[in-house]
């Protein structure tokens, strides 16, 4: 008998590390992973890499954990490689670690560790090593997943904002702002929600283009939480350069447009996991345009603005109409309009 | 259709050409104008438009008491806390009042971890909540016309149900006797109203009409994208060239000359004209709404027994004046500086309507 059918949802004795927690794992989470690829079960994986590498860490809290277009595993699964692929290293290892709380459906479980699944071979890197927790009802959010990632450098320097000049350019891969509404629409259950999707994918082959570029390339960011307004500010921080954009050049689907307008939200602010924000030298930004868009992920790619000597560590902003401001931080939670 | 409209309403070439009339109307003019948007939706649509950046230098836009958590006292905050530390309740509140400090520096958000302060999304959401439990739940009815029809139609619905354990703490302000007391102020020093777009879409035209009046200013309903608000303005300047002050509806796609009659009376069967004390410019008559007699049970004042309440104002803080349009946020020694979004001192910092979040959020670029 599968062990699902014994069992429907996780209680704390799967976290005990008793019998129960040895069936979870190994009849449950083990065999979605199980191949040439994963190693035996043991308490700690062996594995070797050649020259520079990258590790990262990360957690993963995302609330619905399923949302249209992916669900919490996927999110683990290509965030964390994404941190490896805009630092130039080619993303290799990943360990996962589990909390989830008691109650939690175990069918929803499979779901996420297929996704994960699905992920790491689209990402092509191996998950070496997992940990599951169970924590009791009421002391968690479903399912949390925790990871660090491994990669390998595909370039000899370190990318850096320090390395922009004034004149450099500023690219965006994505149209901005599907993660974001997505999450926030299932959440809040809006009916909007369904024709949205989020745009939780792998960044490391455009990634890996744009590095063809050598020494023009200057900065890579995946464009997450804050958005693109965010990494912006980080990028132009205490800096001697500030960055001029210009708000109709960033791409922004007219859907999600609508949805950001209806919840109250700017587009510029909302998370993102399949967005690129990279900065190259002035020569090499229509060439790192072409290189983005021969990818699937940067088809709709745009340059948005230059490196400027103006207004150091500043962001300024060119508005639809022409207008020009700060472009700041965003502030405060994502609450809704009071009238 | 909706999002083709959107974008010609960002359109940069009709931007252009309405700036250029501005601009000339403005020449024409030839004197310091200032301009008051009364609505806090219309402060922040024309910082993030960066619409100042391109204004001629005569004319100056500065913010009306149209931000609810900026013109609510800072006694009601006082209020609602004590609610907190003196009875078994939990308060339910639109999610911008959290973080208004009372007189005593503290504010609601103190107790969001406690389960006792909920913020709603909906005020549909109060009858559920009333439903699924005996304690009382006392709602901070703060707004405008706007949101006023909504939250009475809730509590007209709770009253038919016969939920007793759902409470008002109504703050609730209206436009025109607003405008008529900016207006009788010795010290005016606006030409002119961008009258609100929501609120119009329930109140109409007539409610305005008192500044058709000798002595009255032009007043135009303005809409809240880039080329509405320079259409808004482009009409206020036409008007004052012309030595006129009429009511204009330059925002004819939302607001019918008679408003929402329906949405009026929904709001006039539960609550009825009162005076209110507003933030910065005291008490202004028959501007609040308070319930009517025969609704007065659903009254959290009167249950809970709170006292009156009072006008403060944080040392420093020139809110008051930010909302009369007499300073601009930048005049604030705290702005920017004691005084972000971040963490807040005054109520037009705290809101994301609030005049000065709007002006730290969307700065002008330094000269």
Redesign the interface.
């Known amino acids: 008998m599968k062990h699902e059918e014994k069992h429907t949802h996780i209680s704390l004795e799967h976290g005990s590390g008793g019998a129960l927690s040895k069936e979870l794992i190994e009849k449950v989470i083990y065999p979605f992973f199980q191949g040439r690829d994963f190693p035996e079960l043991s308490d700690s994986s062996c594995f070797s890499l050649q020259g520079r590498a990258f590790i990262t860490t990360d957690t993963y809290v995302v609330d619905p954990p399923f949302f249209p277009g992916g669900n919490i595993g996927s999110l683990a699964v290509f965030g964390t490689c994404n941190d490896l692929a805009v630092c130039g290293a080619e993303p290799r290892y990943l360990t996962l670690a589990f909390v989830i709380e008691e109650g939690f459906s175990i069918g929803e479980l499979k779901k996420v560790l297929h996704s994960i699944k699905k992920a790491a071979e689209d990402a092509h890197v191996k998950i070496l090593s997992g940990d599951t927790k169970v924590v009791p009802s009421g002391k968690g959010g479903g399912i949390y997943i925790n990871t660090a990632g491994v990669g390998e450098s595909i370039i000899s320097f370190n990318l850096s904002p320090s390395r922009i000049r004034e004149g450099d350019t500023i690219l965006v891969s994505a149209p901005l702002g599907a993660h974001g509404i997505t999450v926030l629409a299932a959440r809040?259950s809006l009916k909007i929600a369904s024709s949205l999707s989020s745009d939780c994918a792998s960044l490391y082959p455009l990634c890996r283009s744009l590095c063809s570029l050598g020494e023009e390339l200057r900065f890579m960011r995946d464009a997450t939480r804050g958005g693109a307004a965010a990494i912006l500010n980080e990028i132009a921080e205490s800096r001697s350069f500030g960055l001029e954009v210009v708000e109709?050049n960033f791409p922004i689907e007219?859907k999600i447009?609508?949805a950001a307008?209806i919840l109250g939200l700017?587009v510029l602010e909302i998370a993102n996991e399949g967005v690129l924000i990279a900065v190259v030298s002035e020569n090499a930004g229509s060439k790192a345009l072409e290189l983005l868009h021969s990818k699937p992920l940067g088809q709709k790619a745009c340059i948005v603005g230059r490196a400027t000597s103006a207004?150091p560590g500043?962001v300024?902003?060119?508005?639809?109409?022409?207008?020009?401001?700060?472009l700041?931080l965003p502030?405060?939670?994502l609450?809704?309009?009071?009238? | 259709m909706?999002?083709v409209l959107?974008e010609e309403l960002?359109?940069?070439n009709l931007?252009?050409a309405l700036i250029g009339e501005i601009q000339k109307a403005a020449e024409d003019i030839g004197r310091e104008l200032k301009i008051m948007e009364v609505c806090?939706?219309h402060t922040v649509s024309l910082?993030?438009?960066?619409?100042?950046?391109?204004l001629p230098d005569n004319i100056t836009m500065i913010s009306g008491p149209g931000c609810?958590?900026c013109v609510t006292p800072a006694g009601y905050v006082d209020n609602a806390l004590s609610l907190l530390e003196e009875e078994e309740l939990t308060l339910a509140t639109?999610?911008?009042?959290l973080k208004v400090p009372g007189s005593g520096g503290i504010s609601l958000s103190r107790y969001i971890g406690s389960g006792r302060v909920r913020?709603i999304?909906s005020p549909s959401d109060l009858i559920s909540m009333a439903q699924s439990g005996e304690k009382p739940i006392v709602f901070l009815g703060?707004?405008?016309e706007?949101?006023i029809p909504t939250i009475a139609s809730v509590f007209l619905r709770a009253f038919e149900q016969g939920i007793h354990n759902l409470f008002l703490y109504p703050a609730f302000k209206t436009v025109p006797p607003a405008l008529q007391a900016l207006l009788s102020s010795p010290d005016r020093n606006f030409d002119a109203f961008l009258l609100p777009g929501?609120v119009s879409v329930i109140l109409g035209l007539e409610p305005y009409r008192l500044l058709e009046k000798p002595g009255g200013v032009p007043g135009v309903i303005t809409g809240f994208e880039?080329?509405d608000l320079?259409g808004g303005i482009l009409s206020i300047l036409k008007q004052l060239r012309a030595g006129e002050n009429k009511v204009e509806n330059a925002y004819p796609r939302a607001v019918r000359r008679e408003g929402n009659p329906r949405a009026r009376e929904i709001m006039n069967r539960l609550l009825q004209p009162s005076d209110e004390l507003w933030r910065g410019l005291g008490i202004i008559p028959l501007s609040g709404m308070r319930l009517k007699a025969k609704y007065m049970d659903f009254d959290a004042g009167i249950r809970f027994g709170l006292p009156e309440i009072r006008n403060f104002e944080p040392p420093g803080c020139i809110c008051a004046q930010v909302i009369q349009g007499k300073a601009l946020p930048n005049q604030c020694s705290l702005f920017g500086k004691n005084c972000t979004?971040?963490k807040p001192v005054g109520p037009c910092m705290v809101?994301?309507?609030g005049s000065c979040a709007a002006n730290?959020?969307?700065?002008?670029?330094?000269v």
């Open positions: 809040e109709s007219k447009a609508a307008d700017n207004y500043m300024i902003l060119e508005t639809t109409v022409g207008g020009r401001r700060v700041d502030r405060g939670l609450l809704p309009r009071i009238c | 909706l999002i959107k960002h359109d940069r931007a252009k806090g939706t910082r993030r438009s960066g619409i100042h950046s391109f609810p958590v639109f999610g911008d009042m913020i999304y703060i707004g405008f706007t949101t929501h880039p080329i320079l979004p971040d809101s994301s309507e730290f959020r969307y700065r002008e670029l330094p």
